[in-house]
């Protein structure tokens, strides 16, 4: 503004002026400084309020299961002029891990094995427990090994990679009508519901095992890429490594 005022001044052109070398900063907007901080804000308190609002949503929902089925005189609600949230959430704490010690002795086993013996007796009920069962087995066994290691395999197409759970073994009936060989079932998720895919049984010599826990690969997929984890970059390199191999296997 000064060099214009300057050059009105003179009565010359500006065209005609020369300029040191210089750079020209331009300040942003009121209205742009506004809008990076009204950003910056919800980036702030969105996912501390989406978290709040799980956490809340959960002890909500295992509060109203369980403090029906409580005495009375466990509820500190009676003795309190305020509501206590959370007394349902710990009493079924305490009341499944009491559950769990009792199962491990000798009595709980015998009371567990009873139980299910009445339930396989029941046509519907039968089929329907021991395939829950199975999942929670599955899911929650800490000896288990099914989803707890992520790989990479050449789908959909030879030189695509995308990235898949690594289940169980297959059983011995399915062995026997697969292909000779060591196979593995694996969980291909979809983007960006990973609870949706294609579960389907590989050699396991065309899975690549990655050092990525299961975490980050859902974290990967369900948000298509944007949030990488750390061990992202060696997981192009881990695929072209696979690549040469299979390509020398090819010509071999």
Not at 22 to 32: C, D, K, L, M, T
Not at 35 to 42: C, D, I, V
Not at 190 to 212: A, K, R
Not at 217 to 230: C, N, R, T, V
């Amino acid at each position: 503004m000064r060099r214009l005022l300057l050059a009105r001044f003179h009565g010359q052109n500006m065209n005609q002026i020369e300029f040191p070398n210089s750079e020209i900063v331009s300040r942003p907007s009121f209205g742009a400084r506004v809008r990076a901080w009204f950003f910056t804000g919800l980036i702030i308190t969105g996912p501390l309020t989406v978290t709040i609002w799980l956490v809340w949503w959960f002890v909500d929902t295992v509060d109203h299961w369980v403090k029906p089925l409580m005495p009375p005189f466990l509820s500190p609600d009676p003795y309190l002029p305020f509501h206590v949230p959370g007394v349902g959430v710990l009493v079924a704490f305490l009341g499944l891990t009491l559950l769990g010690f009792l199962a491990a002795n000798f009595a709980g086993r015998a009371l567990i094995r009873i139980g299910e013996a009445m339930l396989d007796r029941m046509p519907v009920v039968r089929g329907l427990y021991k395939s829950v069962k199975q999942i929670f087995e599955t899911i929650f066994s800490q000896s288990g090994t099914s989803f707890r290691k992520v790989g990479l395999v050449q789908f959909p197409a030879p030189g695509m990679w995308t990235i898949v759970f690594i289940s169980a073994p297959p059983s011995a009936t399915l062995t026997t009508a697969l292909p000779q060989g060591e196979h593995v079932s694996v969980f291909l998720p979809c983007t960006p519901n990973p609870t949706t895919g294609f579960y389907f049984f590989l050699p396991v010599s065309d899975v690549i095992e990655i050092p990525m826990t299961p975490d980050d690969a859902a974290k990967l997929i369900m948000s298509a890429g944007l949030i990488q984890p750390e061990t992202q970059a060696a997981m192009g390199a881990l695929a072209e490594q696979a690549k040469v191999k299979q390509e020398l296997e090819k010509a071999g």
